[in-house]
């Protein structure tokens, strides 16, 4: 009897544990935070600019996922930076989107009626992503911001931030392919620059997801540094 309740103790505190980060993750803004992480380093104050939200209170929600040990930061002279403390950060959000597009209805509504009408052509997966790029016949187009691109981007690609997309339409080779990507599966942009694309005459394609989804299939990325 001693040993069951131990199990039981056991399992009890364990779940405990777990329930710790369903609580850091059950925030819109916590995971928007994830989300804009996962491109990325940035500073607090970037982070709260483009969550929409106060530097003290994007400081709260990042000593919540830092709680966790879900993001890990450091200081440079008086600015401090956050990062996701593990590509297994970028693995959870990606579970967490797959079960929303399997099971809530609520998600595959939005996605039929926000995202589809911009480009319903299917996209192409990571791994098939890799295949076409190694084959020499497709060009990675990386249409986030540029300091993004710099943090980290697929092997080959040109930087084309969504906002100049248009400066960039007589420069891009229409003999080969162009696979576009932005943040993840949900981005906007990623499909109207695959519209754009195709009306002034490339043969584009959208990859399904961003950059933490290309590592997450095993592929390397390149950072500024390493360019």
């Known amino acids: 009897m001693n040993k069951e309740m131990e199990r039981s103790g056991l399992r009890e505190q364990l779940q405990a544990q777990f329930a710790r980060v369903g609580k850091a993750l059950a925030s819109p803004a916590r995971l928007e935070i994830l989300h804009l992480l996962s491109q990325g380093e940035k500073p607090v104050e970037h982070i709260a600019r483009m969550a929409g939200l106060t530097v003290a209170n994007a400081s709260q929600h990042l000593q919540q996922l830092k709680s966790v040990r879900m993001v890990t930061s450091r200081k440079t002279g008086q600015q401090v930076r956050y990062s996701l403390a ?11 989107h797959e079960f929303g597009n399997e099971r809530l209805l609520e998600v595959q509504e939005l996605v039929t009626t926000h995202l589809t009408p911009l ?25 986030r911001p540029k300091d993004e691109y710099q943090s980290g981007h697929l092997p080959g690609a040109v930087s084309v931030p969504f906002e100049d997309l248009e400066k960039h339409l007589s420069h891009l080779s229409r003999e080969k392919s162009l696979l576009v990507y932005a943040h993840d599966i949900y981005s906007e942009k990623a499909y109207q620059a695959v519209h754009r694309f195709r009306e002034a005459g490339f043969n584009a394609f959208r990859m399904d997801g961003g950059v933490a989804d290309w590592m997450l299939a095993g592929q390397s990325v390149v950072s500024q540094t390493q360019a």
């Open 86 to 96: 593990a590509l297994t950060v970028a693995s959870l959000i990606n579970h967490l």
């Open 119 to 143: 480009n319903g052509q299917p996209p192409v997966a990571p791994e098939d992503a890799a295949r076409m790029i190694g084959q020499g016949q497709t060009i990675p187009v990386d249409i």
